[in-house]
């Protein structure tokens, strides 16, 4: 009698230590990428890990990183199990992360583009006159302001790796591209279309003219991380999908919307990265 009892007693802790487990859950680390000041991410995205709190039920916390190569390195560590970063940085980390949903915003909605500007009384009048020249981008990594024109002048049979001379801005600000190319330190510079007038305040208007609008590509990737739980996967998914029009959580992001996606979504990306082949969508050797 004793031993049923004890078996019994057991039986019912097992359960216990099982509901508790199920009621702890894991506990979620949310970030986006630090395109902005560490206050201003934490402003942006703490409305939504609330949201997906509430939603959920699940355990969602914030969490900030100082530099595009930190939160690159977060996500491919699995630190960040849920991302908000832009179409680069998420094609470098796919392999570990998936899109589920994309940025809607501004007047182009689920895509951004880059252009490339000069002096108004710059020589070059053509993308073919940029071979050879000096060209500030934003960055490496970024989007709006080095993959949409590098995918737009390989289109036309110009790398700007090996064709042209690239120089990052100062602290990878757009704003700092402009005064470049304003000062004449360099011939040219790329910037997204929506940074073009972000020194009005400072660049005597007529300054600078738009040379050309390059490439569209895909907006900002909602990503998950691939290793989390398929339940808490799928809650997370349905709560995004569920954020209502004009919400506060959408308002903090500075987006209208987020969009269903999927990873093969950002494959432009990829290839203007050239991480896939330019003209099929195998890896690039």
């Not at 609330?50 to 939160?71: C, H, R, V, W």
């Not at 940085?89 to 992360?97: E, G, K, M, P, T």
């Not at 252009?115 to 490496?140: C, E, F, M, R």
Request: glycine letters at 6%; a positive charge.
């Amino acid at each position: 009698m004793k031993r049923t009892g004890f078996i019994v007693f057991l039986a019912c802790c097992c359960l216990l230590s099982e509901g508790l487990s199920c009621c702890l859950g894991a506990e979620y680390q949310l970030s986006m990428l630090p395109r902005y000041s560490t206050e201003e991410i934490y402003k942006r995205i703490t409305p939504l890990v609330e949201y997906l709190n509430k939603a959920t039920g699940l355990s969602i916390k914030p969490t900030m990183t100082s530099t595009f190569d930190q939160y690159t390195k977060a996500l491919l560590g699995g630190k960040i199990a849920i991302g908000f970063e832009n179409p680069y940085i998420y094609v470098l980390a796919s392999r570990n992360h998936e899109a589920v949903a994309m940025a809607v915003k501004g007047k182009d909605g689920d895509k951004f583009r880059g252009i490339i500007i000069t002096a108004a009384n710059s020589p070059l009048h053509s993308l073919a006159d940029l071979k050879g020249k000096k060209i500030a981008i934003v960055g490496y990594t970024s989007a709006g302001g080095y993959l949409s024109q590098k995918l737009s002048l390989l289109q036309k049979g110009i790398d700007v790796t090996t064709d042209c001379h690239i120089e990052a801005a100062p602290e990878n600000k757009q704003e700092n591209v402009v005064f470049s190319v304003f000062t004449g330190d360099v011939d040219a510079g790329f910037i997204r279309e929506s940074a073009l007038h972000k020194v009005d305040q400072f660049v005597p208007p007529g300054s600078i003219k738009v040379l050309a609008h390059t490439q569209w590509l895909p907006n900002w990737a909602l990503s998950i991380s691939r290793l989390m739980a398929p339940a808490d996967r799928e809650k997370i998914i349905k709560a995004i999908r569920n954020i209502p029009q004009e919400s506060p959580v959408l308002r903090a992001l500075r987006i209208k919307a987020f969009k269903p996606a999927k990873d093969s979504d950002y494959n432009l990306v990829r290839k203007a990265a050239g991480l896939i082949s330019p003209t099929t969508d195998k890896p690039a050797n």
